[in-house]
C-alpha cells in the first residue's frame, strides 16, 4: 500500500469515529487547517487560538470546513467534477484564505473562510496552461504559493499576496540537458539511424515518465 493510500485510510478512520461528525466520508484526498485567533482577554493574557480543518472528499466532490474541538461541519460546498489532491491555507490572526488546487479541471481555486469562492489563480500566456496540479503550499518565507503541476512535471510559483503568476521551474531539467550530452548518436551507432530529435524525445519521455510529482515540501513547514 503506498504511503498516500495509508495517510487517507488513516483520516477517514479518524473523521469516521468522531462522535460529533454525522456525515460520512468515503475518499478524504487532501487536508489542511487554518488558525481561528479570538480576542485578547486582559484578565487572563492570553489571546485564545482554535484551528479550524479544512478537509476535501473526491467522491462527494465536496470541501468543507470542521471545527478542530468537536468535529462539527461549519461550512460546505459541493464543487463540480472537483477531484482534488491539495490544500493549503493562510495563517493570518484576521482573515484567512483556502487554496485548492483542482486536478480534475485544471486550476487552481481561492475561497475565503466562508467557502466563497473569490478568484482562479491565472498563468501566464508565455507559459504551459496547468495540467494535473496536485500538491499544493504555502511558503511564507518566501511569500508564495507553490503547485506542483504533475503532468507538466514542474512547480509553479505565484505571488502570495496579490495571486500573480511568478515563475515556473521544470524538474529534472538540468538531468535531461545532462543525458542529451550523451545521446547523440555517431557514426558506428545503430542511433545514427535514428533522427537525433526523436532520440531525444525518447530520453525526455522515458525522464518524465519514471518521475511525476506529487507533493510539496517548503522551507516554514519544517
Same mark, same amino acid.
Given at each position: ?35 481561528? &485567533?479570538?480576542?485578547? %482577554? !486582559? ?10 480543518? +479544512? /478537509?476535501?472528499?473526491? =467522491? *462527494? ?28 491555507? &493562510?495563517?493570518?490572526? %484576521? !482573515? ?10 485544471? +486550476? /487552481?481555486?481561492?475561497? =475565503? *473562510? ?109
Amino acid at each position: 500500500m503506498d504511503f498516500s493510500r495509508q495517510c487517507r485510510r488513516f483520516l477517514n478512520f479518524q473523521v469516521f469515529n468522531h462522535q460529533q461528525l454525522k456525515k460520512k466520508l468515503q475518499n478524504i484526498s487532501a487536508i489542511s487547517y487554518f488558525k481561528n &485567533t479570538g480576542k485578547y %482577554n !486582559k484578565e487572563t493574557g492570553i489571546t485564545p487560538v482554535t484551528y479550524s480543518l +479544512v /478537509i476535501a472528499d473526491n =467522491d *462527494e466532490k465536496a470541501l468543507m470546513i470542521v471545527n478542530e474541538t468537536d468535529g462539527k461541519i461549519v461550512k460546505e460546498t459541493v464543487i463540480k467534477n472537483l477531484i482534488t489532491y491539495g490544500i493549503c491555507c &493562510t495563517n493570518f490572526p %484576521n !482573515k484567512n484564505f483556502i487554496y485548492v488546487s483542482d486536478y480534475a479541471n485544471n +486550476v /487552481i481555486r481561492k475561497f =475565503d *473562510e466562508n467557502l466563497t469562492e473569490v478568484a482562479k489563480l491565472k498563468l501566464s500566456d508565455q507559459v504551459a496552461p496547468l495540467n494535473g496540479p496536485c500538491g499544493i503550499a504555502i511558503n511564507s518565507y518566501l511569500d508564495q504559493i507553490q503547485v506542483v503541476d504533475q503532468k507538466n512535471c514542474r512547480v509553479v510559483f505565484f505571488d502570495a499576496k496579490t495571486d500573480e503568476f511568478v515563475s515556473e521551474f521544470k524538474l529534472f531539467r538540468e538531468d535531461l540537458i545532462e543525458a542529451t550530452k550523451y545521446a547523440k548518436p555517431t557514426s558506428v551507432d545503430l542511433a545514427a539511424r535514428v533522427k537525433l530529435e526523436d532520440h531525444l524525445n525518447r530520453i525526455k519521455s522515458r525522464l518524465e515518465l519514471d518521475f511525476w510529482p506529487f507533493g510539496l515540501y517548503t522551507k516554514n513547514d519544517r
